[in-house]
């Protein structure tokens, strides 16, 4: 939607609103206020309005800036950055190749559009695979989050940053998540760009990019799991869903039998492992086949499906329509 047409006058310094219902009993109202007193209540921005909560994050900003680092770049196999730290929130999308992430007691591997978040003051080196590796890059303060939830009360106390990014998700790895990958790439876009209002985008899709990230990690951890045990099986299935993984392979990173996996799942879930890693498998499947231009067949691999015909008849079990049904 254009400013224009929401009542915006280019050549005017400020938004007039007028409030819902005023319309209606203008004639009622000017019977105690005066046409200049009207006009002026009626000049004087609305604290409720979007433009206004807008300017008020990016204003308020205590160093001023919606990001410190939002480029595309390049290494070559085996280069290595690091080790640092810094007080900014890191994302890093794996747009070409693969790398190694190395923190202080573990390695990750990231592939092709994959992604990772590195929270504040977690030292970390970063190592170029065998092929040149291509980064989509984006910095920021903390502060970016602590503005849209600075109290972390009422509803929407789950957003707020100290929630999110808290010492138990220090690195989140986030695997063919097509959105926010997108969110992602509109802020780095229009920091590159710098168009007339690009900081209003910017702060939009930082609110998009925080609700986001929050929604991959409630699905990951479920907060209704109180087992360790279960949160671990379902951080492994979630981070290597895309792959040939067996029940056997998640109970042996668990730490516990198959027999016990199946009971945590029934008794927590009332699934079994296998049914939880299809749920996974299938609502990746949904998000590809909706935003991208992969195949059936491409979408089927990409979510560790290792047949097309076992893939549709699970996803038509869960569905209740064909894969080729979502696209059209």
């Known amino acids: 939607m254009s400013l224009q047409a929401i009542g915006y006058c280019p050549t005017a310094r400020k938004v007039t609103k007028i409030p819902y219902g005023l319309l209606g009993i203008t004639g009622i109202f000017c019977n105690f206020v005066s046409i200049d007193q009207m006009q002026s209540r009626m000049e004087q921005p609305s604290e409720q309005s979007l433009w206004g909560m807008l300017e008020g994050i990016t204003e308020n900003l205590k160093h001023k800036r919606l990001a410190d680092v939002f480029r595309f770049v390049s290494f070559r196999p085996f280069e290595t950055f690091g080790p640092h730290k810094h007080?900014?929130?890191e994302i890093n999308y794996v747009k070409k190749g693969n790398c190694i992430l190395h923190l202080e007691n573990e390695s990750i591997s990231f592939s092709e559009n994959e992604m990772m978040v590195i929270c504040s003051n977690v030292e970390h080196t970063f190592e170029a695979g065998s092929e040149d590796t291509t980064l989509m890059q984006?910095?920021?303060l903390p502060e970016?989050?602590?503005?849209?939830n600075p109290d972390g009360h009422g509803q929407t106390k789950d957003l707020a940053p100290v929630t999110?990014?808290?010492?138990?998700n220090?690195?989140?790895?986030?695997?063919?998540?097509?959105?926010?990958m997108?969110?992602?790439q509109r802020i780095v876009n229009e920091m590159n760009q710098k168009s007339k209002y690009y900081q209003y985008l910017v702060v939009m899709y930082y609110a998009e990019l925080l609700i986001l990230i929050y929604r991959y990690l409630d699905e990951?951890?479920?907060p209704i799991c109180t087992n360790d045990s279960l949160k671990k099986a379902i951080s492994y299935i979630r981070l290597n869903y895309q792959s040939d993984i067996t029940i056997s392979d998640v109970a042996s990173q668990t730490g516990v039998g198959e027999r016990y996996l199946r009971k945590l799942f029934s008794q927590y879930l009332n699934l079994s492992p296998l049914d939880y890693l299809n749920q996974i498998r299938i609502n990746k499947a949904i998000e590809l086949l909706r935003n991208t231009e992969m195949s059936v067949k491409e979408v089927c691999f990409a979510c560790g499906f290792q047949s097309p015909q076992y893939f549709s008849r699970i996803f038509k079990q869960q569905m209740g329509i064909s894969p080729?049904?979502?696209?059209k």
């Open 87 to 89: 007080l900014r929130i």
């Open 164 to 168: 999110i990014f808290s010492e138990e």
């Open 138 to 140: 984006l910095e920021f």
């Open 182 to 184: 997108r969110a992602v």
């Open 144 to 148: 970016v989050f602590s503005r849209f």
């Open 170 to 180: 220090r690195l989140i790895k986030i695997v063919n998540n097509v959105r926010i």
């Open 324 to 327: 080729r049904e979502v696209t």
């Open 220 to 222: 990951a951890y479920l």
